[in-house]
């Protein structure tokens, strides 16, 4: 329990100070910024409880917002995210259900099952972001093409990190 | 009771969803107006640290460009002085009583943490009202404007970037005198949009484009950018983008100027509205 709370932990401020430190500073023309702190919320447990999830990914959000200056935006995006978390499991869940006590990882669930769960889950976390940045409808669709190539960078970037981290 | 309790039970997630995101959506309705969240400046105390030393390293890589801005910088200044001295020597020696004329004050700062990714960008500068800094003061950069403060600690300020869509600033052609509005447009942080040019004027790419003086906070005639390009959508203005003098993307040490007048000049506005 500890071991993992720790572990998680350390995921946590690695994940942090990595979209801080280097995703913050990449800018791609105006279009593409890629929050990869959203894989927090993506490798936590299979078998976590719902209100857990929800409040961790509140303060998830909460402290990118606090490096970005942007109270609330982040962390209303998260919890938005970490709500349709196990709605998004359940409907994709593989035929043999979930294996009791694993991480909803790349090398169990296959390539195929991980893109389709980070691809959901980035899209949705980050249509609730840009539109609330923007917080208006004028220039609907560029905000829509924002959206899109921010999250196919993310998408891409969290993938890679999911090799590195368990594609040994 | 039980039925109360069964509900609650059943939804509890639904519950603790719309709560959170109760709070989320307060937090992002009242903390990013800069100037009156509480919240934000008690708790960014914690990741100034951060950001300073982030700051530190930074600039620390880019010395040498910044040592050449600052020497550019400096021969601009010592030819205005030349050219003053040499008024000075003409047939009288005149007494020049500058405190009274001085309309602005000048004091230096260095941009700490900046953005130009968001569609509000906000930057934040290493002086505050220790310095003499106060809201609604306007900063520029060596090349043209940055921005205006909308918030001050007592150590730190946050300015509302020129790339921030709620960002306006009337904005003239030095050519010609016709005066607009200028915004950001939230595409490029290298292009900002002038409207509001009838289209009976003339128009042409390169021309000057600089700030009026007109709001109070910036002194008149201060560089924006030069026309990049112009077309004429079929009313009566002109669309015209501006492609900005001032590079956010680089932005480190920055000039804020007070205006010593403007109370002056905006208690004798109200008057006549």
Known sequence: MINSILRYGLIFILLMLLQVLLFNNIEFSGYINPWIYIMFIL????????????????????????????????????????????????????????????????????????????????????????????FRLTDFFRTLLRVILSSLFSITFIILLEYARKGK | MRNLLNFLAKYNNLIIFLILEGIAIYLLSTGNNYHNSRVVKGIQGVTRGVEKRISNTRSYFRLREINQELAAENTSLKSTVEKLKNKEDLLFFSVSDTIYHQQYTYTSARVIDNSVNKQKNFFTIDKGEKNGLSVDMA?????????????????????????????????????????????????????????????????????????????????????????????????NFYKIEILLKTDFKKLYFVNVLGNMQKEEQIELEELFQ
């Open chain 1, 43 to 134: 490798l936590l447990p299979c078998e976590i409880s719902s209100w857990l999830l929800l409040i961790i990914a509140f303060f998830t959000g909460l402290t990118i917002d606090l490096f970005c200056g942007s109270l609330g935006m982040h962390a209303s995006a998260t919890v938005l995210a970490g709500f349709v978390r196990p709605h998004v499991m359940r409907l994709i869940s593989p035929r043999d259900g979930y294996e009791p006590g694993s991480d909803p990882s790349m090398i169990i669930y296959g390539f195929k099952w991980y893109l389709i769960y980070t691809l959901t889950i980035v899209l949705i976390h980050h249509t609730a972001l840009f539109y609330l940045e923007v």
């Open chain 2, 139 to 235: 900063v520029t950069s060596a090349e043209g404007i940055a921005g205006v403060i909308v918030g001050c600690s007592e150590n730190y300020s946050v300015a509302m970037s020129l790339l921030n869509l709620d960002f306006r600033i009337s904005a003239r052609i030095k050519s010609n005198g016709y005066f607009g509005s200028l915004n950001w447009d939230g595409r490029d942080f290298k292009y900002a949009m002038l409207s509001e040019i009838p289209q009976h004027v003339p128009v042409s790419v390169g021309d000057t484009i600089e700030t009026t003086g007109f709001s109070a906070i910036f002194p008149e005639g201060i560089m924006i950018g030069t026309v990049y390009n112009f077309e004429n959508p079929g009313g």
